[in-house]
């Protein structure tokens, strides 16, 4: 029984001064000196749109790899195809590669003198330093997620349920609409949760490929580094405690989807 | 029919068209050109910019902080996982929820978040701002989920009855701890610990507030990275990365390996 208890406490204890502890602090410094310092910082025109582009950045990027993730995902369980194994180690990569790496690249390909960059420039695209680069960096960062979570699900479904709508003498078109997006509704839920989480959050990728210019390419966590850099607390705060609330809705619709998964 | 598989054949063909456009466009173009470039100069210039006296204790660094904080994560994650299975008390879910935190917080905040507390302005006093020990505490706070999130489900299908014989024929707690629950958790710490480890040596977000960036002291590989994209020495970024992403990749391979390993051994 004692060493229950001691476990606990320790878990418990563990967990209390490395998260609960410190967060906690945070939503109190944030509201300190009231609402008023908190709604003032938040309407200001940089904070504003550094909300609006992170909103904007995660509905280009959700959507996109949603959509790279099913197919992908898909491909993998379902078909055999050359390549089909290094497909399924390339995939991984994303979540094992430093954030800063993935920046590193993307201003190689796309900076002066890089694979793209020049000619794109030619043709009056700026992707460095501006909105699509941020958008590349976080769609490579947030790329697995989708595949991940379908994936396995996927496997545990089985074709039997295809091949009879196939039989019946329905489309691939109807199969994948009335029968397996269905059955995979939960994963890919799942892993769209994952992945807007990520794509809110990311930072070093973004904090490369942005060039940090205030109120055009600023991003929420790059407008949280700004803040605390000018020694404006209540604004780095501020912006934490909506990236947070943001985070923590993620948490409870995971834990709403990882329940109803397991069930 | 005819008609219809052919049409089902361009299907495939177009989805896997897809799948390797999107694939090449977002990231194999872009992590062969960080390649290409950190080779530019040959391969004398790629070894003197990695044997650097700076880049190489940054490495030095960031593989020791990690290996420490996986040490540290495997037996307090391994701790944690067990006391929410098996252990009941109020509030189990609140703390269960908690352990994804770090997972869905933004690495900036959890950063600023721990200096908050652990920082110069700290209400209880302690300070590890711009210390390696603030580098490992960032390190523990972005790490905590994998071992945890690794263990619990098999923990949580563990049978049993192999621990209660255990115990019915005499065995201690520790002795039926050690031979009969750690075996069959050791699959999942491993991979736990790798996966943590990929994460925690190529961190940026949390580490680089809390850090100071201190060259030789606190200067982690990837905010060495930074710098030098910062001071435009592109070239010598791309190669330290490659450094970077061989152990990122060496990682994934020994986890994958193990995997298939164990798979097949169960079978």
């Known amino acids: 029984m004692s060493t229950r208890i001691a476990a606990r406490t320790i878990a418990l204890g563990y967990l209390a001064l490395l998260i609960a502890l410190p967060v906690g602090l945070v939503v109190w410094r944030t509201f300190e000196h009231g609402l008023a310092p908190v709604w003032t910082t938040m309407t200001q025109p940089d904070a504003l749109h550094a909300f609006w582009l992170t909103v904007m950045i995660v509905l280009i990027t959700v959507p996109l790899n949603t959509l790279f993730g099913v197919l992908c995902a898909l491909a993998l ?111 890919v839920t799942y892993g769209v949760v994952l992945t807007t989480a990520r794509a809110l959050g990311e930072f ?10 205030s109120g055009q390419t600023e991003t929420l966590t790059l407008y949280v580094q700004e803040r605390f850099e000018q020694f404006d607390l209540t604004g780095a705060y501020t912006a934490s405690l909506v990236l947070a609330l943001l985070a923590l809705a993620t948490v409870v619709g995971m834990n709403a989807f990882k329940s109803k998964g397991a069930v | ?55 190489l204790a940054a490495l030095e660094f960031s593989l020791l902080s990690s290996l420490v904080v996986v ?133 940026f977000g949390s580490v680089v507030l809390i850090s100071g960036n201190i060259p030789f002291q606190t200067e982690v590989a990837s905010v060495h990275v930074f710098g030098r994209i910062e001071s435009d020495d592109v070239t010598g970024a791309a190669a330290i990365s490659v450094v970077l992403l061989a152990l990122s990749l060496l990682v994934l391979v020994l986890i994958n390996a193990f995997t298939r390993w164990r798979t097949r051994h169960e079978h």
């Open chain 1, 77 to 187: 369980v379902r078909h055999h195809f050359p390549g089909k194994s290094i497909l399924n180690a390339i995939i991984d990569l994303p979540v094992a590669i430093s954030p800063v790496v993935v920046g590193l690249a993307l201003f190689i390909v796309y900076g002066r003198r890089g694979w793209f960059g020049d000619w794109l420039l030619a043709h009056g695209m700026r992707v460095l330093f501006a909105v699509p680069g941020m958008i590349l960096a976080t769609i490579f960062v947030s790329l697995p997620f989708v595949v991940r979570e379908v994936v396995p699900v996927l496997r545990e479904i089985g074709t039997e349920q295809e091949q009879a709508a196939q039989t019946l003498g329905a489309t691939p078109l109807q199969i994948f609409w009335r029968v397996t997006l269905p059955s995979i509704r939960a994963g």
């Open chain 1, 204 to 213: 070093g990728a973004v904090s490369i490929v942005s060039g940090r210019l």
């Open chain 2, 1 to 55: 029919m005819a008609l219809r598989s052919a049409s089902a054949l361009r299907g495939h063909l177009l989805t896997r068209g897809l799948i390797t456009g999107y694939l090449s466009l977002i990231v194999l173009i872009p992590l062969a050109a960080v390649a290409g470039r950190s080779f530019q100069d040959g391969w004398g210039t790629y070894w003197a910019t990695i044997t650097d006296a700076e880049a």
């Open chain 2, 71 to 203: 040490a540290i994560n495997a037996v307090v994650g391994t701790l944690i996982a067990w006391v929410l299975v098996r252990d009941s008390f109020r509030g189990k879910e609140l703390v269960n929820s908690l352990i994804d935190l770090p997972f869905a917080l933004p690495t900036i905040v959890a950063g600023l978040t721990l200096l908050t507390l652990y920082g110069p302005t700290s209400p209880v006093g302690i300070n590890v701002a711009y210390t390696r020990a603030g580098v490992g505490l960032a390190l523990l706070f972005v790490t905590l989920p994998f071992v945890v999130r690794a263990v619990q489900p098999v923990l949580l299908a563990l049978d049993r009855e192999a621990e209660e014989a255990a115990a019915s024929l005499g065995a201690s707690r520790s002795a039926t701890f050690r031979r009969i629950v750690l075996p069959a958790l050791l699959p999942a710490i491993l991979s736990g610990v790798g996966l943590g480890f990929a994460r925690a040596i190529g961190e």
